[in-house]
């Protein structure tokens, strides 16, 4: 397998515009996540999905990021109007779902390294 | 969400064993202790997790007091490829774990 594939790898943009970052989970996982690093704040869990649905986005900074997961093998993170302070490493990652009473294993992109000017 | 506490920073060297202590003195009864390892320009690799005493695999072992308020990963005779960041989790068991918290984890640095 793959693994988790993300694109692109290194991005750069202007202060303003669109960003949209991109996703492929593992195939036949149900569990779909997007985190943030910065030096700051560390690593951040943004969003989650499960089969496609969002379950729980509290972690979403503001009304300019917005995530969807049209199917099982796409998701997509976008950030619109971008600003400098978005600057970070964004990783998605992926899991399967093999039960409750422990931690299922989420396995991470090589994530997509932001920089807005 | 238990909060986890672990120590910023540590150095070792090649061959030494190499302990990294959590604090989580408000587990819950359900949670679940993991940790993962992450190298510079990647993301986050899951080593081990555990619910209570010890538990080992091929990589490390994971040591959990009865009381649970705290975990220690231990890593037998580190090389330089151990260096990286160390997360220590607590994630809640009934839902599988899924909402993760990260904190600053701790940096180990390994020498020649």
């Known amino acids: 397998d793959a693994g988790v594939i993300q694109s692109p790898r290194h991005e750069v943009t202007e202060m303003g515009q669109e960003v949209t970052l991109r996703c492929k989970p593992i195939?036949?996982?149900?569990?779909l996540f997007w985190y943030r690093q910065t030096m700051m704040r560390g690593l951040e869990l943004l969003i989650y999905?499960?089969?496609?649905?969002?379950?729980?986005d509290s972690g979403m900074p503001e009304d300019r990021f917005s995530a969807k997961m049209p199917n099982a093998s796409f998701s997509t993170l976008k950030i619109q109007p971008s600003e400098p302070r978005d600057s970070a490493v964004y990783f998605c990652?992926?899991?399967?779902?093999?039960?409750?009473?422990?931690?299922?294993?989420?396995?991470f992109g090589p994530g997509t390294r932001l920089t807005v000017l | 969400l238990a909060k986890t506490t672990q120590p910023i920073s540590m150095d070792s060297y090649e061959g030494q064993e190499v302990n990294i202590t959590c604090s989580h003195n408000n587990i819950a009864t359900n949670d679940y202790i993991t940790w993962y390892q992450q190298f510079p320009s990647q993301g986050p690799r899951f080593i081990i997790q555990?619910?209570?005493t010890k538990v080992t695999n091929e990589v490390a072992s994971l040591f959990i007091p009865a009381d649970r308020k705290s975990s220690t990963l231990s890593l037998p005779r580190v090389s330089l490829s151990d260096t990286a960041v160390y997360y220590c989790?607590?994630?809640?068991?009934?839902?599988?774990?899924?909402?993760?918290?990260f904190g600053a984890g701790t940096r180990l640095f390994v020498k020649a």
């Open positions: 999905f499960n089969n496609n649905v969002p379950i729980d």
């Open positions: 989790l607590v994630g809640d068991g009934n839902t599988g774990g899924f909402k993760t918290i």
């Open positions: 990652a992926s899991s399967l779902a093999r039960g409750t009473g422990f931690h299922n294993e989420q396995f």
């Open positions: 555990g619910y209570k």
């Open positions: 195939s036949g996982h149900d569990y």
